[in-house]
């Protein structure tokens, strides 16, 4: 074997690596919220931004939540991830 090709076989395993990795965090079944829990994401005017984060909510999401309810967040006691990925509202 070459070098060029030793280096084209690593460059492919590592491609394959990186893909595998990505669609691994991308697995619905790993976010919070999938995992059969109702997770509260912003309660008594804190966010939960880990939470967040992992589950790729947005503060856009949640105010689009908020206001799907004619709420405001200040009317909101709870915003909870449902096991299946919906936010709700509880006022």
Not at 3 to 32: E, I, T, Y
Not at 38 to 62: Q, V
Request: no cysteine; aromatic share 4%.
């Amino acid at each position: 074997m070459t070098l060029q090709s030793a280096l084209v076989v690593v460059g492919l395993v590592l491609l394959v690596l990186a893909v595998m990795r990505f669609s691994r965090k991308r697995d619905p079944q790993d976010q919070p919220g999938i995992d059969g829990k109702s997770h509260w994401i912003y309660r008594g005017g804190i966010f939960d931004l880990p939470l967040m984060k992992r589950a790729g909510i947005t503060r856009a999401d949640i105010d689009a939540a908020v206001e799907k309810n004619a709420a405001t967040l200040r009317d909101v006691r709870e915003v909870r991830l449902e096991a299946s990925g919906e936010l709700s509202v509880i006022r």
